[in-house]
Every structure is written in structure tokens, then in C-alpha cells.
């Protein structure tokens, strides 16, 4: 039992970090309707500039924070430069250009910091027992604070002006032109949102494994994606739904001997199974049209 | 004064000339109607107006300012605002949420907002009773009502709609007539595209008969309801 309680507390902390990343590909593919797959290569960026500036000061605190402001540039720029010249272009066209910013982003890190994995060690807090249970600090801390961003990041698309204009850009970009929303201002926004979050769990990734490499995005990339499917694209809820999944399930498969060398396999699976019964995702919705 | 002036306007969508150099005109005060059949272009010159289409030439004058290549978001600040084809009310939205979008554009402190809202709530009691319901889930004609109220709040001097009595029952269809001449009364200039002819003639001063991408035709609303060729193509005889 207390075994399955501390999977169960692991793969909730996992789950809020491909949460938060799934976040970003469910609010960018809900609002620029793209689908963007250099998504995870900022989360690369993120961390990398969390180790450059742990390095330099000793505090991964402070650079969580530049990581954070710079990762929100960073999706600006990719935005502004790659994807806008393309609004109203075919969905392929803007697919195979995230495509190409993603590789680009990660042969630029080859080139600037090497190929070779780096590992920063942030401060270790050990473990600490709850309810006679011994769960490891960052795990605990991890889940709360992406709980947190969650909670936060609901209430700010559902009660303010700019979170509004969100849900409305994402329903009818036309119609949220017409109420005088800038829909390329919303877009910037939603892109800065989302790198933010990218950076965050950037830093929780590279606290649990210390491991930063050119390629450290790609794979959470992929499964956050596929926890946004899961959960319905487009969909806030879906997204993080779909990412605690993927992390309950991944750490329920790393738990036995025999499957925790399969767990990706297992996760892709899951997603397989769930798309055969609900086409559009756990929380996705079918648009209903009234002529 | 023109608050309106649509100049040579033409609108391209790739190799299809959908509005072949239109002119038009709206004076304050107006009800103008652009009348016409399907494809004729008439949505079109509605969105190419406030900025939703791109045109290829021409100039779109409003309040005095040249609008031609201005966003439609930045349009719509100078007081212009659409109820456009098909409503497109925020289905995920309530109907307070849908007021509210509708106030977008505006800086109004949170007393006149209240004042807007109730207002509209007064203009179509219908809403009022449903302020918390989901947008998605209003009848249709429930859903034009919505839209109405969502242009309006934004105190726009020239409201466009497009085709407000689209698949509404003759009732509603008399009622949607109604308010938009109490709103044209209450001081909103109105643009009106329609393709029930007889009923926007009736109410408007002027109108325009538009014919795959031209005007062929003006006058006074009266003067086209009696008009022989417009008898004959839209009003059934």
C-alpha cells in the first residue's frame, strides 16, 4: 500500500511537469491553431540557461527565473519571425516550419555548449517522511508548485480580460477581431505563456535527473504532445489531465521490474487506447454548429 | 456628412474578383441597406470594410480618417461594430461573457458597464433571463439577439449587420426589424445587408442592389421597393 501511495505521489510529480509542458501545446495549437513542435526545445533553452547561470552563482533559483524571461523571448521571437509570416498559410507549411525551428534551436545548442550532457546538481533535500511515507523534497515541491501554476493559470484565462480574450481568439478568431481583440497580441501572449511554463519545467526535469543535453527537449516534447491529445487538444483541463496521466501511468510502469523498460511504450499504448474510444481526447470537445 | 464613404473597393479571394470597385455611401442617421443575392458580394463589402478582408484597391473613409488598410481590431475602437453572417456568438461563453467581449474595446468604469449591460438586458429582456446560460445553448434566434446586444456594447456609431433575419422564424424576423430601427432612432447609423428585400427596404433611406461584385442600382428605399427590375429579382414579382 505505502508503496503504491509513493508511486502514486511520483507520478503525480511527473504528471505536473508534462502538465505544464502539455499546457503550452494545447494553448498555442487552441489559440494560433498550429501545432508547435519546437515546443520542447525551449523547455532545452530553459535549461540550459538555468545550469549556464547555476554555474556562475551557485542558485538554480536565480536561474529559473532569467530562464523563465528568456524562454518567453525566445517563444516571441520564434513566433514573430517563424510562424506569423505563415498565418493563413497551409497547416502543413507551418508544421514542417516548427519542425525546422526545432532542429534549428537544438543544432544551435550543439553548437554553443557541445554535444556532451551536462549535469548540474541543484540543492539536494534529501527526503522527508509524510504520513510515515519517504518522498523525496524536489518530487513534493514539484507537484505543488505545478499544481499551483495550474490553479493560477485557470483562474487567469477564466476571470480576466486578457484570459477572455483567450478563450475567445481560440473559438473565433474573426468574430474576437470584431470585438476589438487584437488576435496577433493574444497570440504573443499565449506564446510567452507557454514558454514560461516550458521554462519551469525545464527546472523541475533537470532537478530530478541532472542531465542537459542539445536533445533534452525532444522526448518530453513528444509525450507532453501526446498528453494534450490525450486529454483533448485545445482543452486547458485536457492538457493537464492528460499530462498527470502520463506521469501516474509512467511511474506505475517504473515500478515493476519487468515494465519499467518498456514505459514509454506503455505511456504511447495508453494513448493509443484512449484515442480508440474517444477520438477527440478525455476532455476534447465535438463542435457543435448552429447554422 | 458621409460617417461612411466606400470608394472603388475591390476584393479579390486568390483569382476570384468578388467585388469588382463598389461605392457606396452612409450619411449619419442612415439605414442603408445593400441588398442582392447569394454570392453577390454583399458579406464580402461588409468585412472588407471593417477590416476582416483585405481589398486589392480602393479606399474605405470612416468618421473622415482612411481606414483602407487598418486592422479590424483598431477599426472597430473608432466606433464601427458588425453583427456578423451566422451571429458567431462565443458558444463556450455565457451570455454576460458575450456582453462583456463586447465591451472589449471600450475603457468604461465598472458603473457605466453595469449601465451598458443593463440597457441591453432592457433592449432584449430574453437575455436577461438567460444571462448565466452558455451562449451555445441559446435558440438561434436567441443567439441574433445576443449578437445585437454584443455590438452594441461597445457604443459603436455605426453598426453593420449582416443578414440579422437569416433562418428566423416571421416572427422573430419582425422583431429583429423593430429593434433595429429603435437602434437606428436611439442615434446608431446602420449599414444592413439583407436578403429579405421587402422588410429592409421598408425601413431603410437608402439602399444599394448589388449584382455579382457591382452596384447596379440606388435609391431611396422606396424607390427600389417600387422599382420594376428590383420587383422582379427580390421581391418575388
Known amino acids: 500500500m505505502e508503496q503504491i501511495i509513493t508511486t502514486l505521489i511520483n507520478g503525480l510529480s511527473a504528471g505536473g511537469t508534462y502538465a505544464m509542458i502539455a499546457l503550452g501545446y494545447t494553448m498555442v495549437y487552441g489559440i494560433a491553431k498550429m501545432l508547435n513542435f519546437a515546443h520542447g526545445d525551449v523547455i532545452m533553452v530553459g535549461a540550459y540557461t538555468i545550469f549556464i547561470f547555476f554555474t556562475m552563482l551557485g542558485n538554480p533559483l536565480i536561474g529559473l527565473l532569467i530562464a523563465v524571461v528568456l524562454c518567453m523571448l525566445l517563444g516571441i521571437t520564434i513566433e514573430r519571425l517563424a510562424?506569423?509570416?505563415?498565418?493563413?498559410?497551409?497547416?502543413?507549411?507551418?508544421?514542417?516550419?516548427?519542425?525546422?525551428?526545432?532542429?534549428?534551436?537544438?543544432?544551435?545548442?550543439?553548437?554553443?555548449?557541445?554535444?556532451?550532457?551536462?549535469?548540474?546538481?541543484?540543492?539536494?533535500?534529501?527526503?522527508?517522511?509524510?504520513?510515515?511515507?519517504?518522498?523525496?523534497?524536489?518530487?513534493?515541491?514539484?507537484?505543488?508548485?505545478?499544481?499551483?501554476?495550474?490553479v493560477v493559470l485557470?483562474?487567469?484565462?477564466?476571470?480576466?480580460?486578457?484570459?477572455?480574450?483567450?478563450?475567445?481568439?481560440?473559438?473565433?478568431?474573426?468574430?474576437?477581431?470584431?470585438?476589438?481583440?487584437?488576435?496577433?497580441?493574444?497570440i504573443v501572449i499565449t506564446f510567452a505563456?507557454?514558454?514560461?511554463?516550458?521554462?519551469?519545467?525545464?527546472?523541475?526535469?533537470?532537478?530530478?535527473?541532472?542531465s542537459v543535453s542539445p536533445t533534452l527537449g525532444a522526448l518530453p516534447g513528444i509525450?507532453?504532445?501526446?498528453?494534450?491529445?490525450?486529454?483533448?487538444?485545445?482543452?486547458?483541463?485536457?492538457?493537464?489531465?492528460?499530462?498527470?496521466?502520463?506521469?501516474?501511468?509512467?511511474?506505475?510502469?517504473?515500478?515493476?521490474?519487468?515494465?519499467?523498460?518498456?514505459?514509454?511504450?506503455?505511456?504511447?499504448?495508453?494513448?493509443?487506447?484512449?484515442?480508440?474510444?474517444?477520438p477527440s481526447g478525455l476532455l476534447g470537445k465535438k463542435r457543435r454548429e448552429k447554422v | 456628412m458621409a460617417l461612411l464613404e466606400v470608394k472603388d473597393l475591390s476584393v479579390y479571394y486568390g483569382v476570384i474578383n468578388a467585388l469588382k470597385g463598389v461605392s457606396f455611401e452612409v450619411n449619419e442617421g442612415e439605414i442603408v441597406t445593400l441588398i442582392g443575392a447569394n454570392g453577390a458580394g454583399k458579406t464580402t463589402a461588409m468585412q472588407s470594410v471593417i477590416g476582416l478582408i483585405p481589398s486589392r484597391s480602393g479606399s474605405v473613409i470612416y468618421d473622415g480618417?482612411?481606414?483602407?488598410?487598418?486592422?479590424?481590431?483598431?477599426?472597430?475602437?473608432?466606433?464601427?461594430?458588425?453583427?456578423?453572417?451566422?451571429?458567431?456568438?462565443?458558444q463556450e461563453l455565457t451570455v454576460y461573457e458575450n456582453l462583456m467581449m463586447g465591451a472589449y474595446s471600450v475603457k468604461a468604469s465598472d458603473a457605466s458597464f453595469k449601465a451598458d449591460i443593463e440597457s441591453i438586458y432592457e433592449r432584449f429582456p430574453r437575455l436577461a433571463e438567460r444571462r448565466n446560460q452558455i451562449a451555445g445553448t441559446l435558440s438561434g434566434g436567441e443567439q441574433q439577439m445576443l449578437a445585437m446586444g454584443r455590438a452594441l456594447m461597445s457604443h459603436p456609431k455605426l453598426l453593420m449587420l449582416d443578414e440579422p433575419s437569416m433562418g428566423l422564424s416571421p416572427l422573430l424576423v419582425d422583431q429583429v426589424f423593430d429593434i433595429i430601427k429603435s437602434i437606428n432612432k436611439d442615434g446608431t447609423t446602420i449599414l444592413l445587408v439583407e436578403q429579405n428585400a421587402g422588410k429592409s427596404l421598408a425601413i431603410s433611406d437608402r439602399a444599394y442592389v448589388l449584382e455579382t461584385g457591382s452596384i447596379v442600382l440606388t435609391g431611396t428605399g422606396a424607390e427600389l421597393a417600387a422599382s420594376d427590375e428590383v420587383k422582379k429579382a427580390y421581391l418575388g414579382g
Not at chain 1, 505563456?193 to 541532472?210: D, E, N, Q, R, T
Not at chain 1, 496521466?245 to 510502469?253: C, D, E, P, R, Y
Not at chain 2, 481606414?67 to 477599426?75: A, Q, V
Request: charge should be positive.
Open chain 1, 193 to 210: 505563456i507557454g514558454s514560461a511554463l516550458a521554462a519551469v519545467a525545464g527546472f523541475f526535469m533537470i532537478w530530478k535527473a541532472p
Open chain 2, 65 to 90: 480618417k482612411d481606414i483602407t488598410k487598418m486592422p479590424c481590431h483598431k477599426i472597430v475602437r473608432l466606433g464601427m461594430s458588425q453583427v456578423p453572417e451566422g451571429r458567431r456568438v462565443f
Open chain 1, 154 to 186: 485557470s483562474l487567469f484565462v477564466k476571470y480576466t480580460r486578457t484570459g477572455r480574450a483567450m478563450i475567445a481568439v481560440s473559438e473565433d478568431r474573426g468574430a474576437a477581431e470584431l470585438m476589438g481583440i487584437s488576435v496577433n497580441k493574444i
Open chain 1, 223 to 278: 509525450k507532453a504532445f501526446a498528453a494534450a491529445v490525450i486529454g483533448g487538444i485545445g482543452s486547458l483541463p485536457g492538457a493537464m489531465l492528460g499530462g498527470i496521466l502520463m506521469g501516474i501511468v509512467g511511474a506505475f510502469s517504473n515500478s515493476f521490474e519487468f515494465t519499467a523498460p518498456y514505459t514509454d511504450a506503455i505511456v504511447f499504448a495508453v494513448l493509443i487506447l484512449i484515442l480508440l474510444v474517444r
Open chain 1, 83 to 150: 510562424y506569423r509570416p505563415l498565418r493563413g498559410a497551409s497547416p502543413l507549411a507551418v508544421l514542417i516550419t516548427a519542425i525546422g525551428v526545432s532542429y534549428l534551436l537544438q543544432a544551435l545548442a550543439q553548437i554553443v555548449f557541445g554535444a556532451d550532457i551536462k549535469r548540474p546538481v541543484f540543492f539536494d533535500f534529501g527526503k522527508i517522511s509524510v504520513f510515515g511515507l519517504s518522498i523525496a523534497v524536489s518530487t513534493l515541491i514539484t507537484l505543488i508548485a505545478s499544481a499551483i501554476i495550474m
